[in-house]
């Protein structure tokens, strides 16, 4: 690939964005399957998924066609009324998920999230009871005030104090830690499978186990944000399958990301026990569920399913990792399946060599100041997979 020069337009430097984001350097016009193309013409290959999001890749037809279909049918009526796509969902996801359970669709991760929180305090029986949450330090929840609280890094809740009171934070893959913060105001232990957003760091080898263990112990909820890890990115349909016992069950899960392969919807499933907490009026949301996001996200299960995709992250992650540990810049690979980072040698500026990359049509993102995130979809090819590893190999010489 030719290095690419960007040119985002005059236009877009005075378009009235708050300024949440850095000050964006290319345009996207189009995409299909793992490429992108910006308003220039270029091509590039998307190793990034927007954050995880399109594991069936951009434009899928199968997504497309449901989308479009349920377009012309019913996009909306609110959650007063049933509809058939998100019935459907709803069903699927509690059978991947193992059953027993019941779902509750909001339309992001923080959204989510946000549901197990209160879900949690319902159950616990609030201010008089259990209402208090711990969580890891280095995760990340989202960005709604509850979710930001959850989220263990200080430095993102220095600017918004003061956060909503009930959240604990402790070292993250220590299961002593968690104990040791549990009080009988605790109502909930939440924990990525893999901290994504805080470097791409899989829990230790019986981390999850031992947390299950504590929860039932002691009689707490083992909340699970699958947000980033759900639905085949790690190489199993969700990241606790890599760390469970065979059968065990976190008592709530929490999913958004590749649900809608890019349509916004986040999901978050408890067991029917714990789920049965909230009563009418509790929770709700306007648009969660609503049947266009839900076809969308019945259609990703549905091709997930048929062409067994989680086994076939795995497998193309195996030949992603092998490539990056090649690299003689890769000072290590950690991560699972296609969530991987590669953390670069002293002295190399992952931001600086994310540009780079993105200047030579590879799309990634700079996880930390030293680790570069790749997450392709899941339907990633071997040759783009190759063809990655040479622009890498380039860009790092
Ligand atoms: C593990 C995890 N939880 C929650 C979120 C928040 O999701 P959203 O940005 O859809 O609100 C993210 C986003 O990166 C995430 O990685």
Not at 87 to 106: H, I
Not at 114 to 137: D, P, T
Not at 294 to 321: K, N, Q, S, Y
Request: net charge negative; proline share 7%.
């Amino acid at each position: 690939m030719s290095a690419h020069a960007f040119a985002v337009d005059d236009q877009l430097e005075r378009c009235p964005f708050m300024p949440t984001y850095a000050p964006p350097q290319v345009l996207f016009v189009r995409g299909s399957g793992t490429q992108l193309w910006d308003d220039t013409g270029l091509r590039y290959l998307d190793f990034l998924c927007g954050l995880g999001v399109t594991s069936l890749g951009h434009a899928h037809p199968e997504i497309t066609a449901a989308v479009a279909r349920q377009a012309e049918t019913l996009v909306h009526v609110s959650n007063l009324f049933a509809t058939r796509p998100a019935a459907g969902l709803a069903s699927t996801l509690d059978r991947l998920l193992g059953g027993g359970g019941q779902v509750f669709f909001a339309n992001s991760g923080a959204e989510a999230n946000e549901c197990a929180i209160k879900l949690a305090r319902r159950w616990g029986g609030g201010q008089h009871g259990r209402w208090q949450v711990i969580s890891a330090y280095g995760s990340f929840h989202g960005r709604t005030m509850a979710a930001l609280a959850a989220t263990g890094q200080p430095t993102k809740h220095e600017p918004f104090q003061p956060l909503p009171p009930g959240f604990r934070h402790v070292a993250w893959g220590d299961v002593d830690a968690v104990a040791g913060a549990v009080d009988d105001t605790v109502a909930a232990v939440l924990v990525e499978p893999v901290q994504g957003e805080g470097g791409v760091v899989p829990a230790p080898p019986g981390y999850l186990a031992g947390l299950r263990e504590l929860c039932s112990d002691l009689g707490l909820l083992l909340i699970l944000d699958e947000v980033q890890t759900g639905l085949g990115r790690t190489g199993r349909w969700f990241g606790f399958h890599h760390d469970l016992p065979r059968g065990a069950q976190p008592d709530v899960v929490t999913l958004a990301k590749a649900l809608g392969n890019g349509v916004p919807i986040g999901a978050c499933w408890a067991r029917s026990e714990v789920a049965a907490s909230f009563r009418p009026g509790d929770h709700g949301t306007t648009y969660g569920g609503q049947p266009l996001a839900a076809a969308a996200a019945l259609a990703v299960l549905g091709v997930m399913e048929r062409d067994g995709l989680p086994a076939r992250a795995d497998a193309a992650g195996r030949r992603l990792r092998k490539g990056l540990e090649s690299l003689p810049a890769v000072a290590s690979v950690r991560g699972r399946g296609l969530l991987l980072a590669a953390e670069l040698n002293p002295g190399l500026d992952a931001r600086d060599v994310q540009a780079k990359l993105l200047s030579r049509g590879l799309v990634t993102n700079a996880v930390t100041p030293t680790a570069i995130r790749l997450c392709p979809p899941l339907t990633v090819t071997d040759d783009e997979i190759d063809e990655a590893l040479a622009v890498m190999a380039q860009v790092l010489q």
